[in-house]
C-alpha cells in the first residue's frame, strides 16, 4: 500500500470483469491452436514517454489467468519511463501470456495515460497550484483512475457523492451560501464543505460563510486573482478553478495564487498512454 | 433492439455498478439538505457538435435511481447533435435528478465521445473503406463502447478472443500460415480466420491459404494499394489495414482500395462529447 | 431521497442477499402447503417505543418477492412510535406476506434498534453535544446502519476509511502531529484532518498543527473540559470525545462543551427494536 | 471443518463485501501516509471475558488485503477468552495491518459477542435444555451468525424457510394441527415438521399428530411444565419453548424438561465481545 | 407461490446469468438486421407429452429482454400437456422476442424435461411408493431443478449438505449407528436424522437407533422387503431405496412396501421436452 | 490451456456457485459429526466407458473448499475411460473431501456425459462429416458444455448470439436471401454469416448469395445429397445438416458429403458419465 495504489479490491473485482467479458464462452479460439507446452518470455515496453499506472491490475491479470506464470515488475506506478522502457517482464506459458495481454494491456494503457495526461498539468502549473480530478470518470472505474491521478502527481477531489458536501446553486436557491453552509455543518460535522461561487459577489458570501473550499466556476484568470486577493493572507477556504482549464491556459490559473484546478479530462479524454509486449523468447 | 443497441444486460450492470461507486456508503450528502419535496425538469443539452450514443445508459440511470423520474428521450443513438441540441428531458424529483446526473453524463459523455470520433473517421475515409473498431477497449465497458462505435458509423471488429481466429506471428510460428488457417478451420468450423501479415510475401502466403481476412499490419499506403492489387477482382480475402491509423492518414489509406481500416484511438483515446444537464424549472 | 435515507443501491442489493439467504434452495415449504389464492392484510404494529428506520428495506423486500403486494407506510424513517402504533400495512398473497415476513422484519427491527438506541444517546446528551458513529459497524450493512443513525437523530462520523484523515499514534510515531496534518493535508487537500490525542500534551500539538477535528480518546470529563478550554472561542478544530461513553456518561462529557461523543454501541451493540407483522384478516 | 465452522464460501464473499464498504473508492487515505516498507506485528487481545468466534472471518480478511501477512491465531473458534487473553496475531506490512484492523474485528466482535452472549443462555439453563437460534438474524450474515451460536455451545432451528416445515396458525386455519401435519408429511417426506402451538388444547392436537416438535409459544413456565406431563415417557416429539425468554427466566424454563429453548436475542440482540488489536512492534 | 413454484430470487439470477451468456458482448447481431418496428405475436407450443415446468423462468426472460412484451401464459407448472398444445403466447417486439426466444426454451424444456421424466417414474411407481431427487443436480440450477421434480409429482429429498444429516459408513466409521444417530441428534436436535445401510444387518441397527429415515443402498427388491418386514407396523423409520432404480425396475421396487424411491437421473440425465416457439404473426 | 479447456472465469464462478448452493447456509450438517484431523485419500474412477470433461471444475472445486487438499490428476478433458479407470485422486481432510465430493462429481458426470455422448456421434459420423453443438445449453453452463463438446472430438457451432450472423426465415421475410446476407455483410464485415435454407430452392438461392454457410433444415439425408451436389466442387458455402439427427441416422446424413451436423441433444440431454469417487484410505 503507498499512496498511489488502488484498493485491491477493486483492482481483483475490474480485473475479473475484464477477462470474461474478453473470453466467455468458447475462450481464447486462436491460443487454442498453439501446440501444447509452449513457454515464453514476454516484456511490457513503453513506446512513448510518459507516468506508469495500473501495474496491480496488470499483475493480477497474468494472476488470475495463470498463477503460474512468473511475474518481474520493475516500474512502480508512478514513475517516469521514456521510449523503449521495460516496465516489467512475464515469463511461463506462451497461451496464459497470449490470452492475458490484451486485458493487461488496456489496463496499463489507459491507467498510465491518466497518469500521463495529469503529470503535463501538473508541470504545466508549475507547483504554482495542485491539480485534482473531478467525478467524470469512466463508469466502473473510478477507484482505478483516482489511482492513477495520484501516481501522475496530481490530488483526488471528493471521491463520489458521499465524501463531502458540494453546494450549488440548485442546493443554495431560496437560503443563500451562509445558511446552506450553517446547515451542512449541522448535518454532517466534520465533513468538507464546499461551495460554488459563479460570481464575485457569490466570493464574498462564501468567504463569509466559512466555507472550506471554494470553486471558482469558470471565471477568468483576473477574476480568479481578484478571490485570490479578498482571501487575504487567511489559510482558508482554500480556493479552486474549475471549468474548461486546458494544457494551454492551466499555468495562467495557476499563477494567480489559487490552490487547487480541478480538470475533468484527466479522467474522462486523457489519451492512452501507448505501451506493448514484446515476446522476447519462445521455448 | 436497433443494430446500434448495446446488449440491456449489459447496460444494467455497468448503471449498477456506476451508481455504487458514486453513492455509497452514504448516498449524496449534499441533496440531502435541500428541502423535501422540490421538483425539477432538467435538460441534456450538447455543447459541441457530434453523435450521440449512450442513451440507454442515461435512461437506465435514472431509473434505478428513482422510476418515477419521467424521462422524454428524443435523440436515438447514432444522431448527430449541434451545440444546443436538447437531447432528452427529466422530470421529477430535484434530488434524484441531482442524484443521477454525473452518472448519466458519465455514461453519455464517454460513449458519444466514442460515437463522435468514430463518426469523423468514418467521414474522413469518405465510404471508400469502413472504420472498425478493436480490443483496445476500456476494461469492463466493452459492450457499451462497441455499441457506440455502431452508433458513429463504424464497425466491430471481434468482440473478443471467443469470436473469431486471428492468426499473428506467434501462432503461424513453426508451422507457417497455410498450415495455420488449415489447422484454425479443422478446429473451428465456419469461424472467420483472420491472419495478420507484416510483409507482402505474408500477404501472398496468406492469400494463398484462403484466409477470409488479412490484416494489414502497420503498412504504409503504397504497401497497401499493392496487396489489394494482389488480391485483383476476388472477393475474398478481406483486407483490413492496422496500426497507428490517424485522422490525418485515414483518407490516403482509404483510398487504397482496402476494405477495412482498424483504429484503436476508437475506444482508447476518444475525447469526451461534451453534453450538459440544464436545469429548466425548479418547482 | 431525505437526509436519513440509505443509498438505494445499498438497499436492493442488501435484500436480494437476505432473501436469497432465506429461501434457497426449496424456497418456503411451509407457505407452499397453502390453499392457492388466499388474500391477507397484515399490519407491522410497534411492540415498544422507539424510532422507526429501515422502511426503504421493507418496502424493497416486498416489491422483490411479490411485486403485486399493496404496501401502504405510515411512518417515515426517523419518527416516533409507540408500543401499538401501525408503521405500515401489506395487502396481497397470504403466501406472498409469509416469505417476505422474517426478512422484512429482520431489516426493521434491526435498523429501528440503531435508530432507537441512538436517540436514546441524543436525549441523554440534552442538545449539549453531538452524538455520531463509528466504523464498528455490522459488516455488510455499513450503509444501512449509518442511515439509522441519522435517523435517530445521530450524526455520521467518516464512512469508511476512504472519506477522511485519522491520524493515530501509529501514523504519526516518527514525525510528530504538526508534521502528519501538513502531510496529510499537502497530499490530501479539502479532506477532513482529524487527530487522535490521548493526552493533553497531544491536544496541544493538534490544535497548534490546526486539524480540522480531535479525537480525544479515552478521557474524562475533566480532561475533556480542560480540552474545551485550550480551544477556547475558536470555531475549530472540532473536538470529539471517544471511547467507552454509555448512557450513563454521556450527559457528563455533553456538559463539557465538547461538539461530538463517538458511540460505537450504536451499531455494534443495539439491541433491535420489537416490531411485529399481524395479520389482519385472511379472504 | 469443525462443527463451528461457517461454510467458506459465506466467510470470502461477507469479507470481500465488508473490505469493498471501507476501502472503495481511495483506499485507506491515512494509511497511504506511512513512510513505504513499515512492518509490523500485532495481537488480538480480549478485552473482556468471553468465548471467540468468527476466527475464519479475521483471517480471512488478511488473506484478501495482503497474502504476504504472516498469521499466527491460537484460539479457536468456541473457546474462551479472558480479558488479556491473545486470540492471534499477525505480521507484516503495518499498512497492511491497518487496513484489515477495524473490518476484522467487525467480524471478530460481532460473531464472539453472539457466541458469549449464547453462551451466558447456555450456563444458564444448567444443562436441563438446549439453547437454539431463530431466523431473527442479520440480515446477509445468517451462515456466519448460526455457527456462532454453535461456538457458543447452542444449536441451531431451522436455517431458512427451506429446510424444514413450521406450521403456524395461519397455516393451519380451516384443516386443524392433525391435517396439515399430515399434509406436509405427503408434500415433504422424511423433513422435520413442527408445530406451533399457541395453548395446551393445541399441544395435545400436535401430540396427536405426531409432529416432530411442537413450538410451546409465549407459554408460562406452569404451562410448559404440563405440556411436558402431557408428551410423558415417548421420546417424541420434540418440545421447544419460544417467546421472550431471557436470561433471568430460562432457568425456570429449562427446569420444565423442555427439549429446547429458543431466544432470537442471541443473534439479534447480543452485545459485541470487546477485542481490540495492539500494536505490539513496528519495524 | 404454489407448492411447485421454484424460490424467485433463484429465478431472476439464473435468467441473468443465461442472458449475458446468450448475448454480450455485441447483442444480437442477426436481430439487429430487422427493419425497426416490426411487431409479432408468438406460441410456446409442445412438439411432444408431458409435463411443463420452468413457466416462470420464461416469464422472467423476457420481462428481463423487454417489459413492453405482452406474456399470455395458460399452462401452469406441473401440467400436462400433448403434441400440439399451447402453452402460452408472446406479443410484442420481434426483435425482443427473438433475441428471448432461446433462453426462455432452454430453461422451459430442461426444466419441463424434468418434470417430465419425473412423470414417468412417478407412474411406474403405481402410487406406492414417492419418487423423489438427489443432490445429483446441474451445477447452478438446483433450485429449480428441484422444483421441476414437484412439478412432475416427484418430492424432494435434502436440498444441500444443510438441511439434513445423512450418515454413511465414512461418517459411522469407528462409532457405529447407534453412536453416530445419538451424537447427530445431539448436535442437530430436531433435524432429520438418516442412515444410509448396505446391509440388512445395518437395517436392523438403524431401526434399533430411531432413525428418521434409512437409505437401502443398492439392494434387491428381495432385500427391500425383507427390510420392510423389519420395520413392521411402526411409523417410522421410513425406508428409502437408492441405487440404479430405473423405469424398468421401479415398480418392482415400489411393490416392496417401501416409503420413497431416489432417482438421480430425474436431475442428472433427463432428456429435454421437445417445445418450440411459433410465430403466429409478423407485423 | 489447450483446445478443451472452459475459460477458467466460467470454471472459477460455476464452482463458487455450486458450492453455494451445496453448503448454505450451515454448511454441511454431517460432515461436523467427524471426528476433527482425520485424513483420506480418495479417488474418482470411471464405472463405465466414456470421455471425460469438467477436470478443470473438479479440480477447483477442491481448491475452493480446501487448498491445502493435494490433488493428482492422472486423465486429461478429451481422454477415453473404461470402467474402472481412475481419472485422478485427492489427499487431504475426509471432511473437506466429503464437502466438495457431489460438487465435483456433478461437473464431472455431467460434463462427461456430454462429452461422451458427443464421441458417439462423431464416430457414428466416421469421419464423413463434422459433429457440432448449438445453442440449446443448460443455462448457466455453456461454457462448460462446448469445452465438453470439444472435448469429446466435436466442434462449436456459434458461442452465442453475439458471435456470427444466422439468417432464419422472420430475419429474410421481406426481402429475400441475396438482399439479407448482403446486408449483413454490410454491418459486419468479416463476421460469419449463415443462412438457414428450408427448402432446395433457398439452397440455390443462399448458394447464389455468398454465404459462409447454409443450414440445411430438417431435410432428408437425398435432400442433403442434392444440396450437396448443388454446392458441386466449390470450398464454399459449407453446408450443415441441422434437426433432429440421432445416432441412428448420423451416419446417413455424413455419408451426403455434407460439412457438419448439429446435434441440440449434445448438451440438452445427454445422459451422465457415471463416475464415483472411491475412498480409498482414511488416517
Given at each position: ?13 475490474a ?11 468458447l ?14 518470455t514476454?516484456a ?14 496488470a ?7 495463470d ?19 521495460e ?15 490484451r ?5 496499463l ?18 507547483g ?17 483512475e ?12 471528493r ?16 437560503m ?5 453552509v ?43 486573482a ?11 477556504p ?6 474548461g ?6 499555468s ?20 492512452i498512454?501507448d ?9
Amino acid at each position: 500500500m503507498s499512496a498511489v495504489d488502488p484498493p485491491i479490491t477493486a483492482v481483483r473485482e475490474a480485473v475479473t470483469r475484464a477477462l470474461i467479458e474478453d473470453l466467455e464462452p468458447l475462450g481464447d479460439v486462436t491460443s487454442a491452436l498453439l501446440p501444447p507446452g509452449q513457454q515464453a518470455t514476454a516484456a511490457f515496453v513503453a513506446r512513448e514517454e510518459g507516468v506508469v499506472a495500473g501495474g496491480s491490475c496488470a499483475l493480477e491479470t497474468f494472476r488470475q489467468v495463470d498463477p503460474d506464470v512468473e511475474i518481474q515488475w520493475r516500474v512502480d506506478d508512478g514513475a517516469a519511463v521514456d521510449p523503449g522502457t521495460e516496465i516489467g517482464r512475464v515469463i511461463g506459458s506462451l497461451a496464459s501470456i497470449l490470452i492475458a495481454e490484451r486485458t493487461a494491456l488496456n489496463f496499463l494503457c489507459h491507467l498510465s495515460g491518466v497518469a500521463s495526461y495529469t503529470r503535463r498539468f501538473v508541470r504545466a502549473a508549475h507547483g504554482d497550484a495542485r491539480i485534482w480530478d473531478t467525478r467524470k470518470t469512466t463508469p466502473g472505474l473510478r477507484a482505478l483512475e483516482k489511482a492513477a491521478v495520484r501516481a501522475g502527481g496530481g490530488r483526488n477531489h471528493r471521491g463520489n457523492l458521499s465524501e463531502w458536501v458540494l453546494l450549488k446553486d440548485n442546493h443554495i436557491a431560496g437560503m443563500g451560501i451562509t445558511e446552506a453552509v450553517a446547515r451542512a455543518r449541522e448535518r454532517w460535522p466534520a465533513r468538507t464543505v464546499q461551495v460554488e461561487a459563479d460570481t464575485l459577489a457569490q466570493v464574498d458570501e462564501a468567504l463569509a460563510a466559512d466555507a472550506d473550499i471554494v470553486l471558482l466556476d469558470n471565471m477568468t484568470p483576473e477574476q480568479v486573482a481578484t478571490a485570490v486577493q479578498k482571501r487575504g493572507g487567511a489559510r482558508r477556504p482554500l480556493l479552486e478553478v474549475s471549468g474548461g482549464v486546458t494544457l494551454q491556459t492551466v499555468s495562467r490559473y495557476a499563477g494567480t495564487g489559487v490552490d487547487l484546478i480541478s480538470v475533468g479530462a484527466l479522467t474522462h479524454s486523457a489519451p492512452i498512454l501507448d505501451i506493448g509486449l514484446d515476446i522476447v523468447e519462445v521455448r
